[in-house]
């Protein structure tokens, strides 16, 4: 007797898994296939995809072997979320300064200029005149997360001051 398991997430903790054979013995679990590890009763997921978990029972001196039982559940993307720390307003003239935050799967964080006059290259941003500038921070995901929602961050930038020198 092995009960249907449920679809997981990717990150999802590790879970404990139960069977019972007629003969009262005890059954033990593999992983058939698919991205995840067992140690002894308890499951843990190592990726997406379909996993197999079979149960069995090998039997003994008044009981056969009992025929294997598979249970099969998806485990499907981890969600993310960023983090991204608001720069300081700036004053046009200012020297190029970085940006910075980070997603809670650990993957890179991305960085473009959604708007406003600005220029970026990697997380340093160039500030080309004044107005506000927005900072879009990205993570596009990969096999085990799922995008993350982007996050925008304004910067004012006020007008640079100017002064007039007189030569005498």
């Known amino acids: 007797?092995?009960?249907?398991?449920?679809?997981?997430?990717?990150?999802?903790?590790p879970f404990a898994v139960s069977a019972t054979a007629t003969s009262g013995l005890p059954v033990s679990f593999s992983i058939a296939s698919g991205p995840a590890?067992?140690?002894?009763?308890?499951?843990?997921?190592?990726?997406?995809?379909?996993?197999?978990v079979r149960a069995s029972q090998g039997g003994d001196t008044n009981y056969n072997a009992a025929?294997?039982?598979?249970?099969?559940?998806?485990?499907?993307?981890?969600s993310q979320t960023i983090t991204?720390?608001?720069?300081?307003?700036?004053?046009?003239?200012?020297?190029p300064f970085p940006v910075s935050g980070n997603a809670s799967s650990g993957l890179v964080v991305a960085f473009t200029i959604a708007s406003g006059?600005?220029?970026?290259?990697?997380?340093?941003?160039?500030?080309?005149?004044?107005?506000?500038?927005?900072?879009?921070?990205?993570?596009?995901?990969?096999?085990n997360y799922s995008p993350a929602p982007d996050v925008d961050r304004s910067i004012n930038v006020a007008k640079g001051t100017q002064t007039i020198t007189v030569d005498v």
Do not use: H, W
């Not at 025929?67 to 981890?78: C, E, I, P, R």
């Not at 991204?84 to 020297?95: E, H, I, L, M």
């Not at 290259?121 to 921070?137: C, D, E, K, Q, Y």
């Open 1 to 13: 007797n092995f009960g249907a398991l449920g679809d997981k997430k990717y990150r999802d903790a």
């Open 67 to 78: 025929t294997n039982v598979d249970q099969s559940f998806n485990v499907g993307k981890a």
């Open 117 to 143: 006059p600005a220029t970026i290259a990697g997380n340093t941003v160039t500030l080309t005149g004044a107005g506000t500038v927005v900072v879009r921070a990205s993570q596009s995901g990969n096999n």
């Open 84 to 95: 991204f720390f608001a720069p300081a307003n700036k004053t046009y003239g200012d020297a």
């Open 37 to 52: 590890t067992i140690n002894g009763s308890t499951v843990t997921i190592t990726g997406t995809g379909l996993v197999t």
